[in-house]
């Protein structure tokens, strides 16, 4: 069967459309903020009225939204309509301090599900496609987010949700799954059982497509997963303030993942200064949502670092495209005064065949010093040789001082022993003393 | 000339080994020999047991890091300095011994090892007519 190219005719926008539909969306945008009291409120001291917003360029006149602000009003403080009007409330999990709430009407969602729906058609899903859902449902917005978006897209969706693995596999080869969306180390996870259970996805299932994300991950990470399942992985961007899932994603060009300008008004700030940083270069990732009448954003700051790839895409759409997230700058480790992103270390992990997926950075305070200790899990046909463990011991060592400028401790360790929370891979443990 | 043996990574902590042994007592699998050497931060445990086959596929299934590899083995008269005669031709023949344990079964003496060059090692066995043990001689010798 024979499709159109583009899910909405918004994609193949050339950049003046894009810029001319975002100044309309911003303005009205802006206009219906003022029936939030909190963006009432910071307008007012702000000096700002919804008619200084003239231009895109206008726009660094508004004063940033920060995760602090969702806090502060937590429950429904940033809503910019009665609540009766809302239909659905995902909230995130509140490690520090209060949770956040994020609301949506009926509009949000229909937009969210058209947004990832788009996504997915980009990467070639198409209604003959049966698309499993390997993701947490519940609050976690890559469940629910992902099944209307793939709905949308006239797929059968399968709500498989996260864990319970042998079923997951059964689903694959009953059903006939073509596409799935795991979170990275789930993705390995399932092929390591399937390995187990003797099932091989290049001839026993029809694993075609692959969604990842929700955990940062490397070019390598991606690479090692494509070859074991036999598939192509696309890279997806999202969080729950902005709906969750469908923000951006990567095109079948797989560089860089385009963020749906006629949904969101990008800029990259230095999170110190908050100033622009130069094109083309890392800076916290700020975000204003043009599509929300629940709860729109202005210029929230996502804490994602990236930075936006110069040039054209092949593909022929303009909308631009964001690098792989760098990280989070609330991710950032900072040891002996260097700046270290867990995703530096993994990179240099991934080279190294002998080693399962999984790693943990330990921050500790040992003697009065600040160490790090990473622990790597051994694959099952590892070395019986003690030589020949210690040589790759230090050449695993030496290959992340250089990155990471700092000589970490490496701990081989076996397979399955490093903690998970909820499937999700837990990375950095920091018991360091704090003074 | 050679015998399946289990390799299996541990962590260097209490309950470790037992987790390991538990599972080859519970489906009835007879060690043979074993032997663990640790670092500071893990050991290698190596295991001669009846079924190494099954054994395998039970710690792997268990989520067990273990691999299945090949040591060498060979049969020696139990009387003093026979295990210096043998090591002693590997030697000469500049090949290094990574490895090596040695049990005692119905009055021979039984020498496992690994070596940094198995293809010269094999030859050696055999132009030497040492005493070569093969997988099927273990279950024999129970």
């Known amino acids: 069967m024979s499709y159109q190219k583009f899910f909405n005719p918004e994609e193949s926008y050339s950049r003046s459309e894009i810029e001319a539909l975002q100044l309309e969306r911003l303005q009205a945008t802006v206009k219906h903020c003022m029936d939030s009291p909190f963006y009432k409120e910071r307008f007012r001291k702000a000096g700002l009225s919804p008619s200084d917003i003239r231009t895109l360029d206008d726009l660094k006149k508004i004063p940033f939204t920060t995760k602090q602000d969702l806090r502060d009003t937590y429950p429904f403080g940033l809503a910019s309509v009665p609540l009766d009007k809302c239909v659905r409330l995902h909230s995130s999990s509140g490690t520090t301090g209060n949770p956040t709430v994020i609301l949506h009407t009926q509009k949000d969602l229909d937009a969210w599900a058209n947004a990832v729906a788009r996504c997915l058609w980009m990467v070639g899903c198409r209604p003959e496609d049966v698309f499993q859902n390997s993701s947490g449902y519940g609050m976690f917005t890559g469940g629910l987010g992902f099944q209307y978006g793939a709905e949308k897209v006239g797929m059968l969706t399968v709500p498989a949700a996260a864990g319970n693995t042998l079923r997951q596999i059964k689903f694959f080869t009953d059903f006939g799954t073509t596409v799935v969306h795991a979170i990275p180390s789930y993705a390995s996870r399932l092929y390591e059982v399937m390995c187990e259970k003797g099932i091989d996805p290049r001839r026993d299932t029809k694993l075609r497509t692959l969604v990842i994300g929700a955990e940062p991950h490397s070019e390598d990470t991606r690479k090692r997963i494509e070859n074991m399942l036999g598939v192509k992985a696309y890279n997806s961007f999202g969080m729950s303030e902005m709906c969750g899932p469908g923000v951006a994603f990567e095109c079948p060009e797989q560089n860089g993942m385009h963020i749906w300008e006629d949904y969101y008004i990008v800029e990259i700030v230095d999170p110190d200064t908050l100033e622009p940083v130069p094109d083309g270069e890392v800076g916290e990732l700020v975000l204003t949502t043009l599509r929300r009448e629940a709860m729109p954003l202005l210029r929230y700051r996502t804490r994602d670092l990236t930075r936006i790839l110069p040039g054209e895409c092949p593909c022929g759409r303009h909308h631009i495209r964001l690098d792989r997230m760098k990280g989070r700058s609330d991710d950032m480790i900072i040891l002996k005064g260097v700046n270290i992103f867990p995703i530096q270390i993994e990179t240099i992990l991934m080279q190294f065949e002998e080693l399962a997926s999984d790693y943990l950075i330990t921050l500790e305070t040992v003697d009065g010093n600040d160490d790090m200790t990473v622990d790597v899990e051994m694959k099952d046909l590892f070395i019986d040789d003690y030589g020949k463990l210690q040589t790759l011991n230090r050449e695993i060592t030496r290959q992340l001082r250089d990155e990471i400028l700092i000589t970490p401790k490496v701990r081989f360790v076996p397979k399955n022993t490093l903690p998970k929370s909820e499937g999700k891979a837990v990375r950095v443990v920091d018991t360091r003393k704090k003074y | ?142």
């Open chain 2, 1 to 142: 000339m050679t015998v399946h043996q289990l390799s299996v990574f541990i962590e260097n902590k209490s309950g470790a080994l037992v987790r390991v042994l538990k599972l080859l007592k519970k489906e009835n699998i007879q060690l043979i020999a074993s032997t663990v050497a640790d670092t500071v931060d893990y050991g290698i445990c190596r295991i001669i047991c009846s079924e190494p086959e099954k054994a395998y596929n039970v710690l792997r299934e268990a989520g067990v890091t273990v691999s299945l590899c090949e040591v060498f083995a060979i049969e020696l008269d139990d009387t003093p300095g026979k295990a210096a005669d043998a090591i002693e031709i590997f030697a000469n023949e500049g090949i290094s011994i990574s490895y090596l344990y040695s049990f005692l079964l119905k009055g021979k003496g039984i020498l496992l090892f690994r070596t940094d060059n198995a293809e010269m090692a094999a030859e050696i066995i055999v132009s030497n007519g040492l005493n070569a043990i093969e997988e099927k001689d273990i279950s024999r010798l129970l």
